[in-house]
Nanobody
């Protein structure tokens, strides 16, 4: 079965960095685009970044452009989100996501808290 397992979250000070990882299993990872979403308390889940199957195309929410970088390692079945210059408003649970034959799959999420 499809599994997505996020890791790498934590508490970081404003201006700091974190790298999130999402380990995928149960499907042919290299055949599908991957995305990172986040959900802050009291807010709707929002798309943060996406990456195509071969890493040839990426897209970002305006709020994270220039600060976050999505990448993937198809040999390791893992997608990453490098987050730099973190702000308190980046505090949220971060989820990875993929769409396989009309079914959306989510990981369990990893908490990122940006606070001094």
């Amino acid at each position: 079965q499809v599994q997505l397992v996020e890791s790498g979250g934590g508490l970081v000070q404003p201006g700091g960095s974190l790298r999130l990882s999402c380990a995928a299993s149960g499907f042919t990872f290299s055949s599908y685009a991957m995305r990172w979403y986040r959900q802050a308390p009291g807010k709707e889940r929002e798309l943060v970044a996406g990456i195509s199957r071969t890493e040839s195309s990426t897209n970002y929410a305006d709020s994270v452009k220039g600060r976050f970088t999505i990448s993937r390692d198809n040999a390791k079945n893992t997608v990453y989100l490098q987050m730099n210059s973190l702000k308190p408003e980046d505090t949220a649970v971060y989820y990875c996501n993929t769409l396989i034959r009309s079914t959306v799959y989510w990981g369990q999420g990893t908490q990122v808290t940006v606070s001094s």
